[in-house]
């Protein structure tokens, strides 16, 4: 008989703390090995060593764990809460890194582009292609007697000689010159595109490349050259001769010219 109370007054000592244990632990609301992850008691082997534990858990989480007397964790916070917390205010990453993709692919686009432009944009100022100032009247009339008969300006790719609508009774480049005493010859021989030089000895310019001659005023006299060399508008504006290199104005045909200039010398090809 005293065993039996024995064993039944062991029994209901071992329920007590049982109970007691549950209570502390709040693990009375959830069925023996149901409760959530977080709230179930590390396994330790001691109490200290749990609560050692939780500690460390709950600092490295970032969160704050508050005071706890045991291995259970009732008020750590769980994964979706620790997501929460990672999140911070702004775009999701990936938009931020598809928008900053897109700004720099633009900005490259955008800086390519501009500089073709820049590079085949026609220069239209003072250069071939556009109005240019060759100088003063005076000085060009005397630069071309200096030069033999011809004066070379090489930003228009041309050559400016003397007009004399005397020699030019048909009024054929009356036009062109525009009362100037000038008229500006295109470099660019019109057989395949070389650039004709004077000759200092005829007073005529001879294409080095297939034997083509004009003579002063650019008209065919010999060669392959289908015709004279092209030409430019010049006009004198307040003291100023201005070329317009915007037009290239077709030469006269083979037997087109007007003015009778034999060779003055040996020809130089
Ligand atoms: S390119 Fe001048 S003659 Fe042929």
Redo the contacts with the bound molecule.
Sequence with gaps: MTTILWVLATAIGLLAVGFWWIRRNNLAVYPAGRAPRELRPLNTGCELGAQIMMATTAESAGGTTGTRSSGASPAAPGPAALKRRKKTPGPPRREFLRTGLLVVVGGMLASFGGASLAFLWPTLKGGFGAQIDVGDEGEITQAIRDGGGRFEFPSGRSYLVAYDPGLDPDGQYAEITNGAPFMALYQK?V????R?PWCESSKWFE?P????RYNRWGEYQF???PRGLDRFAVRVEEGRVVVDTSTVVTGPSRTGGALKQPPEGPHCN
């Design positions: 021989c057989h395949l595109g070389c004709v294409c490349c297939h034997g083509s060669g392959p050259a």
